[in-house]
């Protein structure tokens, strides 16, 4: 015993837990007394034992466990804490206490689990329960489903869920052990007893037996509904009430209310989803396309099967429900009709909602397929069409069901009907909004009308459906047209109706019509009267008169009923038939006579047509005042205008009469019951008068009056078609004016946008000044009502017209459009209904959308179409995008019907390549905007997966999505978004990029929304696990969000929702939720609501949103909320933004304030040498890569963190790149003064600026390139040394930038090149530039290349590493570069090196191919500069580019190198140095001696010629062979002015400034449009032509790019150009004389300027572009045949070699080769064949037939045949003769191409001769008759006098000559003027000269028309001289240049225009010298004209000289 009195004296816990059962049993009674005596259930005592209660339940012992399970029931009972035992101690009950022997245990243990039930844990404790099912031990089995059983029968059905125990039965009823079957049959039958037959399905499967004793069991049971005997402790106080009406004995209304509580549960919820989609035969697709019926049926049938299958899992059924719906709409089997629709029906009531994306492909479909009559297929279609009718909402497929109600076909109209009313019966009065109701009405209608009495009684049933479910006050209004009959069958039909959802819906519309009697009008005013904009201010309206209206149903789009359409039910005080619109027949004039004399005096109407104005005046007194005493139902309206009508009528001469009339007509208007009739014979006659200055005002008001009486939507279009019929601006103008007043009065419901668009936009285009801008006006008091999708209907109006509708809509941005103050029915005299104003605003603005006219594009989404979007190649899908984003810009306003376009656009949603996601994500948004509301349809399977795409890596991809679901919800409203299970299976997704922007975005959204769906708080456990994400971003949107969740759900909601949490957990999310409870918005009110949907706000002025222009690109919708929160960076890359994380500004800002005082930079001891050796050590990772990832980033972030202020990194790792502008300001700040800091982080500051070379923003790349010069030069002055670690994570990153397509940042880079050699040898950038020079990218490569020029100029040859000659190895390969800048820029350096070292280059540079080097050597030559020793190295800060301008100065003198371009930008981007402009002076001041003393050896003794002016004729030529005397001082002084003035003027054309340019292009202008001056331009084409296409290259790199200047300065500058070179090209003999390099440079530019898409973007761009087109056909036409042809074939092998080059260029440029195929016959003879061949052979050497075949076009291998056929066919055979100038014909197959197509031209001609064949050399058989030979000679005669044909004459004249040597032509010549006469001869002689092989000489464009001879004619005649005397008369331009002649005798390729440039400088210079220098006498030539004798023409010579004389004298 005395062990007994050791525990009897220790506390009761420890009795508790004492070894000695004793001891335990004696601690559980007392613990069992002390539980009852504590009163107070939060007690701190019951703590205290809260670890003792599962010891209680759990005790080894039977005895003691039983004392133990009474305490543990009174501790669950009382205690407030006992809740957070429940898991262990249900649990310990389980496995411990079911498995006793004793009853009473078993009891205790039941009854502890309900008691924990009790106190709200049954979650928990089923948890526990579920799981002791799957114990081994059946005893505990057997317990768990009886305790589970008694819980279901006490607590209902609402508490005990039966969906886990439901998906176990069937397990049980297979268990071995007999009690356990029986307990699953009785707690079947309880189910059963809460549930009824949703219990069947998912036993269908067990024991039949079982079943079937089952089923006896289900008979038995009462069939009332069963209550819970027990409740939750916050549900006691109902217990309490019920055990109070049970007492009372009144059950009845206790049971309605326990109704309420037992929830339905629905079968579909207790099923396991099956997944079918596997499980769908392999063959199927091509089985349900077979031809046999009995394969497609054994297809069908397969997939019957699956959808038996009562649940089927969500999947991607598209391709299924396509290839049924294809069975449905087209199969000729019906049976095969009735099984796919058997499977449609399946597939819906299988996925429900989640089939609700296919219904609207879907119902259309089958809608249409009623038309067959056969009963099991129209039973079949009716069962499919309502399932699919479930999964969706009328809302969604409103708009299919009201396309097929107008079908012809009765069967479709009867069942489209009743479909509707079988949907009607679904509905509530919520679901079924007057926004739905009104079409349908009016469709229903038009039904009960109908000639078949099935459609009229399907019709009647549909409406009395409608009636029952939101009962009479909302339907009366559109059945105010019905009459009695119809309605008391309407009615009848609706008290027959039982609808789906009891008789609630019905009820609740009965009670509310019963309540607001008094306010009985107001409140059906609101409800009908959907299209009285007076909604938000319903203030009561003028009184004055009942509006006459059309009440029938609401009329089709455009033309809606206006307001009184609620009139019979709205308007208590009126008699009926007012309210329906006045249809009154046309009455003959005797019959209105009559009618008219019973109301009027008879003096009056004998008056009317009096001649005298005064009795006419007095007449209309009269009538005026018997119209005002008459009463409204007497006075008959149409007899009494008719009777104004009567003549004079509207053509009344005397104003005061004219006033009276058009007054009294408006009292009629108002007094009577004016009809349309009336309003006709009026309207007219009103119309001619608004313009009138006197009567106008008295128009405008009796249209105003007619517009009140017959409704503003129908006057309107009348007075429009009138104004616009007739021609008068003024009426034109007033009309419009008039339009714009009345719709602010009357508002704008009803008005038929789409007519009023076409008649403004005639207005728009009409040349009276009043009326466009009448038009402007009223556009804007639209734009009012209509928001900013009206300008959409302009924007392919005139930029000027444009720019003013936009000054228009500019103004009335932000108002309000004013309340209307016409029109209103008398409704709306008492303050509408407060719950629907609700809805009111929404309904205007989605009225206004609908006015919007829509285009169907259905038809354009082709099956190809999708295709071509779903393809495996990606750019046919890119392809495919483009055309639907066309097809959708081209449409504006869009249809809902878009036919598979969704689908093929979401599998582009998850594309490889990002930028196809953007493009799709883009035409999304303009998909929103074209389609407006409607798009709601397409948020379940469309919208959903772009939330997806918020998912992406990519920063700028989520911003582009979620701008488009921003785009989209602007249209749909949240509703469509947050409904179903959709939203929270995103969310649920562990993306952090999806969570973090999905939560973002419902923190933005659910305050602005005044109601959610339930389905929100399916969402709600994935935002409790977002709390707890792993990423912080997530975290903090997560608590974002959560105030916003709770608004709309509620604490309780969600508190409830965090049972399932683990215990952690959950009470963080609970301290959260308490947290947010404090923070929680209130809900919006109700006005709110309205500004928050998709089209919200009083007006639809709100309709903003669906403005945002698509084509922005993404980057600008980024952020579209207004929201102060910014985005703080995860990781800074540019990927690894997060869009829209938010950052509170305002608590940090006074902190940051403080922190920004102190230095930036903080000094590390050490620090950047630890931080090299981690590096070296690989600790940490190296800094290289091809684009920044993001553990570079956080690498970098994180050595920063310990040496660069907080507050800066903070900027610099900022995900905005204005944050980074800001750091980088501070830096540069910060520079000066903290030195140490800087050079201390400068690896660091380096290693981030190299980050923002990859950001794709030019203004941080210009700052950081600012910052980076002051830096360099901060560190020379410092004297400081980069590292090589430094310099390696640097340099490479800057090299890179040296290749941007920008001028101005290339400058940059180079400057900083240049710097950076003061702080690092040049010797070891040398091989970082080298590496430069390996880039794809041409710009860097060129750049590369001239840098690696500079150092070996600025710092001799030891800079070459590794080796001199490895690196001019290197350097040499660039030579043969694709790229020309590339070439010159190699040429140019290995020329530098020459000229430092001399002959020595050559060993270095080892072997080069011939053509490379045949090229170095040329420039070598040309640069003949002679090697100097290196120069010392140069430590001036200045580029060496500069000095090497002005050391070289010397070297242009010389001969100016090549790569003029390329100084000459150099000497542009210096423009701000004076020397600048004299460069390019001096240019044309150089001296040549040399040349001069090279030239040739032979001396020509020439007569002397008199002086003057010959330059303003010809320009000097190459020096001839002859030796040259200087011509006299008198004639160097005239030309040099000119010549040197126009050198001056040209060179100015290239200016970098654009005003300098801009003038030069005047001046030249001026001299080109006056005849008589133009020709001082000839010689100075190619100089000309050189500067105008450097201008444009200019323009295109420079000027665009360049954010500061104006575009309309480039535009200007671009005109200019254009101007001038149509003006030049008009001027035939100067186009002739632009060589072939120029003009292709020329077209090179040109085609280069029509692809700017840039330029596209500018307001006058078109013009710009279609400008260059004129400009281009004319270069084609005018210029130098031969000379073109050439260019063209060059530019286009150039362009197909070039990678950069866009396949566009080369389909321009050879558009313009067809185009010179087209010209072909008419120049052929002018053409020098040999050339062009040579062309043609160098091209299809470079291009043979299988490199061209590899063309992604086939086009560039077409263009040639047809070039080479088109030749073949006009020259014959004679073809093969010109291919002199080829070398080796081996090397293309030209040759054997010509052969095979004459061989092929002489099979087809047979025996006909190749003369015959040619055109322009047709002969005359010899025995023609005469008559024949004279008609074919005036047909040439008259092809010699017309401009275009002259040549072509003349050939034939030449040919025909020869042939008939004895012809006689004179009689033709006879009648022609002198002039012509020896024009004929001349060209005859050019032609022979040509024919005999002594040279091609261009014809010449001789004047025809005997007017004074320009001078080209006698240059002509010069030519001819010279080619007497043997000189070479071939043009310069097409002679090699000397230096080439010296070194190689072969052709030469077609020089640049660089090149020409340099030829023509020094040119120039040669013959100022020799002006200059030569003391030889006077009688001497001019080098350039020499003009060297021949004895047999000295009487032409004279005969030339007095010519030239005439001209001298003519000029003066």
């Known amino acids: 015993m005395g062990d007994d009195s050791e525990w009897m004296k220790l506390p009761v816990d420890q009795k508790c837990e004492h070894k000695l059962w004793k001891a335990r049993l004696s601690g559980y009674e007392e613990a069992l007394k002390i539980f009852q005596k504590i009163k107070d259930e939060k007690s701190p005592e019951w703590s205290k034992f809260l670890g003792l209660i599962k010891k209680l339940v759990t005790d080894s012992n039977a005895v003691v466990q039983l004392k133990g399970l009474e305490a543990a029931l009174v501790y669950v009972e009382n205690a407030h804490v006992a809740g957070k035992t429940t898991g262990e101690v249900v649990s310990g009950v389980v496995s411990k206490v079911f498995n006793q022997p004793k009853a009473k245990a078993k009891e205790l243990g039941i009854e502890i689990c309900l008691m924990y039930i009790e106190i709200e844990k049954g979650e928990a404790v089923q948890e526990e329960l579920l799981k002791g099912l799957d114990n081994k031990n059946p005893k505990i089995v057997v317990a768990c489903i009886e305790t589970l059983r008694k819980a279901l029968s006490e607590f209902g059905s609402k508490i005990i869920l039966l969906k886990p125990i439901i998906k176990v039965l069937p397990k049980l009823f297979e268990s071995r052990e007999k009690a356990v079957r029986d307990e699953a049959k009785l707690i079947a039958v309880e189910i059963y007893r809460w549930i009824r037959d949703a219990l069947r399905p998912p036993l269908q499967n067990i024991n039949s037996v079982q079943l079937k004793e089952l089923e006896e069991e289900w008979v038995k049971l009462p069939t009332g509904a069963p209550k819970p005997s027990r409740f939750l402790r916050s549900q006691q106080e109902l217990e309490a009430k019920l055990e109070q009406q049970q007492s009372a004995g009144g059950d009845a209304e206790g049971g309605g209310d326990d109704g309420d509580e037992v929830p339905q549960i629905d079968a579909y919820e207790l099923l396991e989803a099956v997944e079918i989609l596997s499980k769908l035969p392999k063959d199927f697709y091509d089985k349900i396309e077979a031809k046999k019926w009995q394969e497609r049926k054994e297809a069908l049938e397969a997939v019957e099967v699956l959808v038996k299958n009562p649940k089927l899992e969500a999947g991607d059924y598209a391709d299924l429900v396509k290839a049924l719906k294809k069975v449905v709409g087209k199969d000729t089997n019906v049976m095969l009709v009735a099984l796919a629709a058997k499977c449609l029906t399946g597939l819906a009531v299988g996925l429900r909602k989640k089939f609700g994306q296919y219904a609207g492909h879907v119902v259309p479909t089958i809608l249409e397929k009623f038309k067959e009559k056969k009963p099991q297929v129209v039973q079949a279609l009716q069962e499919a069409i309502d399932a699919i009718f479930l999964t969706t909402t009328l809302q969604n497929i409103s708009e299919d069901v009201l396309a097929v109600m107008d079908n012809k076909n009765p069967t479709i109209k009867q069942q489209t009907s009743l479909f509707i009313a079988r949907s009607f019966r679904h509905c509530t009065a919520s679901t079924l909004p007057k926004s739905l109701l009104k079409p349908f009405c009016a469709a229903l209608l038009k039904h009960i009308n109908d000639s078949a009495p099935e459609v009229r009684d399907a019709a009647f049933e549909a409406l009395g459906t409608a009636l029952k479910v939101v009962g009479e006050k909302a339907v009366n209004p559109f059945l105010a047209d019905v009459d009695k009959l119809k309605l008391d069958k309407i009615k009848e039909c609706s008290e027959k109706v039982e609808l789906v959802h009891g008789k609630k819906a019905g009820l609740a519309a009965d009670k509310k019509e019963s309540k607001p009697v008094p306010g009985r009008t107001a409140t059906s005013g609101a409800a009908g009267d959907k299209d009285t904009k007076d909604i938000s201010a319903p203030k009561p309206g003028p009184l004055k008169k009942a509006p006459t209206t059309k009440a029938g149903g609401p009329p089709k789009k455009g033309k809606p009923a206006a307001p009184g359409s609620t009139g019979s039910a709205g308007t208590k005080n009126k008699k009926g038939p007012e309210t329906k619109e006045i249809v009154e027949p046309e009455l003959s004039i005797e019959v209105c006579e009559e009618k008219a004399s019973a109301v009027l005096p008879a003096t009056c109407i004998q008056l009317l047509d009096s001649s005298n104005w005064k009795e006419r005046l007095a007449c209309m007194e009269e009538f005026q005042k018997a119209v005002e005493l008459m009463d409204r139902t007497e006075m008959p309206c149409q007899a009494l205008v008719r009777m104004l009508a009567k ?167 932000g108002q309000s459009p004013p309340a209307p103050t016409r029109g209103i029915s008398k409704h709306s005299i008492s303050g509408t209904d407060e719950g629907e104003d609700g809805d009111e605003p929404d309904e205007v603005g989605t009225d206004v959308v609908d006015l919007l006219p829509r285009t169907e594009i259905s038809d354009k989404i082709t099956s190809e179409l999708v295709s071509k979007i779903s393809d495996k190649n990606w750019k046919i899908r890119k392809e495919g995008l483009d055309e639907v984003a066309g097809i959708i810009n081209e449409a504006k306003f869009i249809q809902p019907n878009i036919g598979e376009l969704p689908t093929a656009l979401k599998g582009r949603l998850n594309d490889s390549n990002k930028i196809l996601v953007q493009q799709t994500l883009n035409i999304l948004q303009q998909l929103a905007v074209a389609m407006g509301p409607n798009i709601k349809q397409h948020v379940k399977n469309l919208g959903i997966p772009i939330i997806t795409v918020l998912g992406d890596s990519k920063n700028n991809v989520r911003a582009a999505a979620l701008a488009t679901v921003n785009a989209w919800a602007e249209q749909t409203g949240m509703k469509e978004w947050l409904e179903g299970e959709d939203l929270s299976e995103e969310l649920k997704k562990e993306n952090p990029f999806l969570r973090q922007e999905l939560l973002g975005w419902l923190a933005e959204k659910l305050p602005t929304l005044r109601s959610t769906p339930t389905d929100l708080i399916l969402c709600v456990p994935h935002l409790y696990s977002c709390l707890e994400d792993r990423n912080g971003d997530v975290r903090k949107k997560a608590q974002d969000a959560l105030p916003f969740f709770m608004m709309h759900l509620g604490y309780e909601k969600m508190a409830k929702a965090t049972g399932k949490l683990k215990p952690t957990s959950k009470d963080q999310v609970l301290a959260m939720l308490e947290k947010a409870k404090a923070n929680m918005p209130a809900k919006p009110a109700a006005s709110a609501k309205a500004s928050s949907k998709p089209m919200g706000g009083s007006a639809p002025a709100k309709f903003q949103p669906s403005s945002a222009p698509v084509e922005d690109s993404v980057s600008s919708t980024v952020e579209p909320k207004p929201d102060p929160k910014k985005a703080k960076a995860l990781g800074v890359s540019s990927k690894a933004k997060s869009a829209q994380g938010k950052k509170v500004p305002s608590k940090t800002s006074l902190k940051e304030d403080e922190d920004k005082s102190g230095p930036i930079f903080i000094v590390v001891p050490n620090g950047k040498e630890q931080r090299m050796k981690d590096e070296k050590g690989l600790k940490v990772l190296k800094w290289n890569f091809t684009t920044p990832r993001d553990e570079y980033i956080e690498q970098l972030k994180t050595q920063m963190s310990s040496c660069v202020a907080k507050w800066l990194q903070d900027e610099m790792f900022h995900s905005d790149f204005q944050h980074h502008n800001k750091a980088l300001a501070v830096m540069v700040d910060h520079l000066e003064s903290e030195k140490e800091g800087v050079i201390g982080c400068l690896d660091l500051i380096l290693k981030w600026l190299t980050l923002r070379f990859f950001d794709t923003n030019t203004s941080v790349l210009m700052k950081a390139l600012e910052y980076l010069k002051l830096l360099f030069t901060l560190l020379s002055e410092e004297e400081y040394h980069l590292t090589e670690n430094e310099a390696s994570s640097f340099i490479p990153y800057l090299i890179l930038k040296v290749g941007e397509p920008k001028d101005v940042i290339r400058k940059d880079v180079r400057a900083i090149l240049n710097r950076m050699c003061l702080v690092y040898p040049a010797s070891k950038m040398f091989p970082f530039i080298m590496e430069g020079t390996k880039s794809k990218n041409s710009k860097q490569r060129a750049e590369c290349l001239e840098e690696l020029g500079c150092l070996v100029e600025s710092y ?320 084609l036409e005018k210029s130098d045949q031969t000379n073109i042809l050439s260019a063209l074939l060059v530019l286009l092998q150039d362009s197909l070699l070039a990678t950069a080059s866009s396949p566009k260029f080369s389909e321009l440029v050879m558009k313009c080769l067809w185009r010179m195929v087209r010209l072909l016959p008419d120049t052929i003879n002018s053409i020098n064949l040999d050339r062009i061949l040579l062309d043609i052979h160098i091209f299809m050497k470079v291009f043979p037939k299988e490199k061209l075949k590899q063309c992604k076009s086939e086009f560039p291998i077409r263009t040639l045949k047809t070039l080479l056929h088109t030749l073949c066919k006009l020259k014959g055979p004679k073809i093969l003769d010109h291919l002199t100038m080829i070398d080796n014909k081996n090397e293309s197959e030209l040759e054997a191409h010509l052969c095979r197509m004459m061989k092929h031209s002489m099979d087809q001609t047979g025996s006909k001769s190749d003369k015959e064949t040619e055109k322009g050399a047709s002969r005359i058989d010899e025995k023609s008759s005469k008559a024949k030979v004279n008609d074919f000679l005036a047909e040439i005669f008259k092809k010699i006098g017309s401009k275009e044909n002259t040549k072509e004459g003349l050939a034939e004249l030449y040919e025909y000559k020869k042939k008939y040597s004895d012809a006689d032509i004179e009689p033709f010549l006879k009648n022609s003027s002198q002039f012509f006469q020896s024009y004929v001869e001349r060209g005859l002689r050019v032609i022979e000269m040509e024919r005999e092989g002594k040279g091609r000489i261009p014809a010449s464009t001789g004047n025809t028309n005997g007017e004074e001879v320009g001078p080209s004619v006698y240059l002509e005649r010069l030519k001819i001289l010279r080619q007497r005397c043997g000189l070479d008369n071939t043009k310069q331009d097409e002679r090699p240049p000397l230096t080439s002649l010296l070194s190689k005798p072969a052709v030469p390729p077609v020089a640049s225009s660089t090149d020409m440039l340099h030829s023509k400088l020094s040119q120039l210079r040669e013959s100022r010298e020799q002006h200059q220098h030569s003391d030889l006498d006077s009688n001497q030539t001019h080098s350039s004209g020499s003009v060297t004798t021949s004895s047999s023409s000295t009487a032409n010579i004279d005969d030339l000289k007095k010519r030239l004389e005439r001209i001298k004298s003519s000029r003066k």
């Open 1356 to 1675: 001799g040859m030891n800079v070459c590493q590794p080796t001199p000659g490895k690196a001019l190895k290197e350097i040499a390969i660039h030579i043969g570069d694709r790229d020309n800048a590339v070439r010159n820029a190699a040429l140019n350096t290995i020329v530098t090196v020459y000229n430092v070292h001399g002959d020595q280059v050559f060993k270095l540079i080892g072997t080069l191919s011939e053509k490379d080097m045949s090229m170095l050597e040329e420039r070598i030559k040309r640069s003949a500069k002679r090697p100097s020793a290196a120069p010392v190295k140069q430590v001036e800060e200045k580029p060496p580019r500069t000095q090497s301008i002005n050391s070289n100065a010397n070297m242009l003198r010389k001969g100016p190198a090549e790569d003029m371009s390329s100084k000459l930008n150099q000497a542009r981007s210096m423009s701000g140095h004076p020397e600048a402009a004299q460069i390019v002076r001096r240019e044309f001041q150089l001296d040549l001696d040399e040349i001069e003393n090279d030239n040739g050896t032979v001396r020509c003794e020439m007569p002397e010629l008199v002086q003057h002016k010959l330059d303003d004729i010809f320009e000097p030529v190459l020096i001839p062979e002859p030796k040259i005397r200087a011509v006299s001082p008198h004639f160097d002084d005239m030309h040099s002015n000119t010549a040197s003035t126009i050198n001056f003027i040209i060179s100015q054309v290239a200016s970098g400034d654009i005003n300098t340019s801009i003038q030069a292009l005047t001046q030249i202008d001026e001299v080109l449009r006056q005849e008589d001056k133009a020709e001082a331009m000839s010689g100075h084409i190619d100089q000309f032509l050189i500067a105008t296409f450097m201008q444009l290259r200019l323009i295109y790199n420079t000027h665009m790019a360049d954010e500061k200047l104006e575009k309309d300065e480039i535009i200007k500058l671009y005109s200019c150009i254009i101007g001038n070179m149509i003006s030049l090209f008009q001027i035939e003999s100067l186009a002739r004389e632009a060589s072939t390099g120029v003009l292709k440079d020329l077209m090179h530019g040109l085609i280069t300027l029509m692809l700017d898409s840039r330029i596209e973007d500018l307001e006058e761009g078109q013009q710009v572009i279609r400008s260059v087109n004129l400009l281009v056909v004319k270069v």
């Open 647 to 813: 003549k004079p009528g509207w053509k009344e001469t005397n104003f005061q009469v004219m006033q009276m009339k058009l007054h009294i007509v408006a009292l009629i208007a108002q007094k009577g019951n004016f009809s349309k009739t009336s309003a006709q014979i009026v309207l007219d006659g009103l119309v001619d008068k608004i313009g009138d200055v006197k009567c106008g005002n008295n128009a405008k008001e009796a249209m105003t009056a007619i517009a009140e009486a017959c409704m503003l939507p129908w006057t309107a279009e009348q007075v429009m078609s009138m104004a616009f019929s007739q021609k008068n601006p003024k009426n034109q103008s007033e009309t419009l004016n008039w339009l714009s007043n009345a719709i602010k009065e009357f508002g704008f419901s009803g008005l038929n946008v789409k007519a009023f668009i076409s008649n403004v936009k005639t207005a728009l285009a009409a040349t009276n000044p009043a009326v466009r801008t009448s038009a402007i006006t009223l556009l804007g008091v639209m734009y009012l009502y209509v928001g900013p999708s009206l300008r959409m209907f302009f924007e392919d109006e005139k930029p000027a017209l444009l720019s003013q509708i936009d000054a228009e809509f500019e103004k009335m941005q």
